[in-house]
């Protein structure tokens, strides 16, 4: 949330980025629609992409460090 706060407000201000450069409302509506677009492209595709990897949960430091043991 800070972040679109921050990008909404150097979009609407004066506000430099650096060496002079600032953000325009056109770029960031153009990089929120492409973020929108690359999410639901990523959403499809992933799923059948990552099917044929193992996926291991590990949610504390001693599930951590059991698994490294054991590798």
Do not use: Y
Request: charge should be positive.
């Amino acid at each position: 949330m800070a972040g679109i706060k921050r990008t909404v407000r150097r979009a609407w201000g004066p506000e430099q980025l650096w060496n002079g450069n600032t953000e325009s409302l056109q770029g960031v509506l153009a990089l929120f629609a492409d973020a929108t677009r690359s999410h639901f492209i990523r959403r499809r595709r992933w799923p059948t992409e990552l099917a044929q990897h193992s996926v291991v949960r590990l949610a504390t430091t001693a599930e951590v460090a059991a698994f490294l043991s054991a590798c």
